[in-house]
């Protein structure tokens, strides 16, 4: 079935004046989301390139706030052309920003002062000071000193705006001690914070006694996910690992003594001693082997998907249930298509259960279902499949004549990623609007040209097409958002010179 007939632009104005809404506090949000889907998909609208910069130093986007000078210096995009909020005092190279997360106030939470229901950056610096900066002001709001023992590096969101993980740099130890063969018995810190108000969780080492040689480990809605070079990943209850080696209950602001030592948590030079300190192997609670670690937990029920651990089975994804780790119906996934640059997978954003499969010249949207006549077992089916715009080589294996009179087929095979062919390069999802948006780009003589499409997340249909302006060079790194009204672009080329081309929604007709 396609999609039901909807009441136009004038219709839903219209009805939003006469207040024809249902008693659900959303209604009028999802109405007014619903206008301005219509407004940006409609033939007669255009996105005009508002606003370009270049800079020498990375920049940022997030939620409507383009971040330039590690984050010093904040541009607001929402108006009719960017300007600026705020930009930092200087500051030496020990108090850069290396790391930041945009934390929005949530619903219905009373907080302790007016200023925490408006929106802060959490930012780390090089000198392991963990700050909430004010995202309208650029006024530090609060401050909390880290540790001397470590050197934190890594923001992330453990439960995406309640809960953050602060990651330290693994610890490889000196060359000499290496050289000796001295083993660094911890080899990274997690140090784990609710926000607003802040409140410590507590730090956690991840030891080499316990865990083995880890390459890396991460906490994920309160799974510690820990990964080695051999592709295991293993999964541990962070609440269970808490409450069982947890040494101390620590609070923010009160004396402590620890070591012989005394000093207030969260201020230096004192900072936060390290209070989970793992003595035994915590219970194991899910185990798995994959490529590179490629490893994703989604969809209804639970499956995971990973790639099976030999190099020749790069491209080839398992999806398997979660609770017995049986293969899905359909569940091997593999593109089969001859390009440079691999194909990627992932669960929809959405929250529908359905996955999302890239290839350069096709995104297919995977859906999982339960078998018929058997509630236990599930299968892989394809939703919907959005096509690159190809036209055949015409020239393609066509015979040549020699002068002598004879023909020699020519054999060869195109990539399928070939610049000259249309390729995908980005998708992603706009959830306010339930659009897909997918980057595709073609190189045109020596120039590469891309136009950002927007599809129906629920059909797949092609709804809008937006040129991008300015030349796409395959071998630079490239980011593209999609955000309500506005398309930004931001390009790194050699030499760490960045560019931020800025298109707002312009030209709306009724």
């Given amino acids: 079935m396609g999609p039901s007939q909807k009441p136009n632009v004038c219709g839903r104005l219209s009805r939003r004046a006469l207040g024809f809404f249902s008693r659900d506090a959303g209604m009028v949000q999802r109405t007014n989301l619903g206008i301005l889907r219509a407004l940006v998909c409609q033939e007669s609208t255009k996105f005009k390139n508002v606003w370009t910069t270049h800079s020498k130093s990375p920049i940022a986007y997030e939620r409507g706030r383009i971040y330039f000078n590690n984050y010093r210096c904040c541009i607001s995009s929402v108006a009719s052309e960017p300007r600026k909020l705020y930009e930092m005092p200087r500051c030496s190279k020990s108090e850069k920003i290396e790391d930041a997360l945009l934390w929005e106030c949530p619903v219905g939470e009373m907080l302790p002062s007016p200023s925490d229901y408006k929106s802060s950056l959490i930012a780390l610096t090089a000198h392991n000071w963990l700050l909430r900066i004010s995202a309208t002001t650029g006024k530090v709001l609060e401050k909390i000193y880290l540790a001397s023992y470590c050197k934190f590096r890594y923001l992330s969101w453990d439960t995406p705006q309640e809960v953050i993980a602060?990651?330290?740099?693994?610890?490889?130890?000196?060359?000499?001690?290496?050289?000796?063969?001295?083993?660094?018995?911890?080899?990274?810190?997690?140090?784990?914070?609710?926000?607003?108000?802040?409140?410590?969780?507590?730090?956690?080492?991840?030891?080499?006694?316990?865990?083995?040689?880890?390459?890396?480990?991460?906490?994920?809605?309160?799974?510690?996910?820990?990964?080695?070079?051999?592709?295991?990943?293993?999964?541990?209850?962070?609440?269970?690992?808490?409450?069982?080696?947890?040494?101390?209950?620590?609070?923010?602001?009160?004396?402590?003594?620890?070591?012989g030592t005394t000093g207030t948590v969260g201020e230096a030079p004192f900072g936060i001693p390290c209070n989970i300190k793992i003595t035994d192997t915590p219970p194991l609670l899910f185990e798995v082997s994959s490529l590179e670690n490629a490893f994703q937990i989604g969809g209804h029920p639970w499956h995971y998907i990973i790639t099976p651990n030999k190099k020749k089975q790069k491209g080839v994804f398992h999806i398997c249930a979660l609770k017995d780790n049986s293969?899905?119906?359909?569940?091997?996934?593999?593109?089969?298509?001859?390009?440079?640059?691999?194909?990627?997978?992932?669960?929809?954003?959405?929250?529908?259960?359905?996955?999302?499969?890239?290839?350069?010249?096709?995104?297919?949207?995977?859906?999982?279902?339960?078998?018929?006549?058997?509630?236990?077992?599930?299968?892989?089916?394809?939703?919907?499949?959005?096509?690159?715009?190809?036209?055949?080589?015409?020239?393609?294996?066509?015979?040549?004549?020699?002068?002598?009179?004879?023909?020699?087929?020519?054999?060869?095979?195109?990539?399928?990623?070939?610049?000259?062919?249309?390729?995908?390069?980005?998708?992603?999802?706009?959830?306010?609007?339930?659009?897909?948006?997918?980057?595709?780009?073609?190189?045109?003589?020596?120039?590469?040209?891309?136009?950002?499409?927007?599809?129906?997340?629920?059909?797949?249909?092609?709804?809008?097409?937006?040129?991008?302006?300015?030349?796409?060079?395959v071998t630079y790194s490239h980011e593209v958002y999609f955000d309500r009204d506005l398309v930004l672009h931001i390009e790194q080329k050699p030499s760490r010179v960045f560019s931020c081309y800025v298109y707002q929604m312009d030209g709306m007709e009724f």
Avoid at 211 to 231: E, Q, R
Avoid at 239 to 259: E, H, S
Wanted: hydrophobic share 40%.
């Fill in 166 to 259: 602060v990651k330290s740099a693994q610890n490889k130890g000196s060359t000499l001690a290496r050289q000796a063969g001295i083993q660094q018995p911890v080899l990274l810190y997690l140090a784990v914070f609710h926000v607003l108000p802040f409140s410590l969780i507590g730090i956690l080492e991840i030891n080499k006694k316990i865990f083995g040689n880890v390459t890396d480990a991460t906490l994920s809605h309160g799974i510690l996910i820990v990964m080695y070079s051999s592709g295991l990943v293993r999964l541990y209850s962070f609440q269970a690992i808490t409450k069982q080696f947890m040494q101390q209950k620590l609070d923010l602001g009160c004396a402590c003594r620890w070591g």
């Fill in 327 to 473: 293969l899905a119906k359909n569940g091997i996934q593999e593109m089969e298509c001859c390009s440079l640059e691999s194909d990627w997978i992932y669960f929809h954003p959405d929250a529908s259960g359905r996955i999302i499969h890239v290839g350069p010249n096709q995104v297919k949207v995977l859906k999982l279902s339960e078998v018929e006549n058997n509630s236990a077992q599930h299968q892989i089916s394809e939703d919907f499949v959005i096509l690159a715009n190809r036209e055949r080589n015409k020239n393609e294996n066509l015979p040549t004549v020699t002068a002598s009179g004879r023909v020699v087929k020519r054999s060869f095979t195109i990539l399928d990623d070939d610049p000259e062919q249309e390729t995908f390069k980005i998708v992603d999802y706009e959830d306010e609007l339930d659009l897909l948006s997918v980057v595709a780009v073609t190189q045109i003589d020596t120039e590469g040209k891309a136009h950002l499409d927007f599809h129906c997340n629920e059909y797949g249909t092609l709804l809008k097409s937006i040129p991008l302006m300015e030349s796409w060079d």
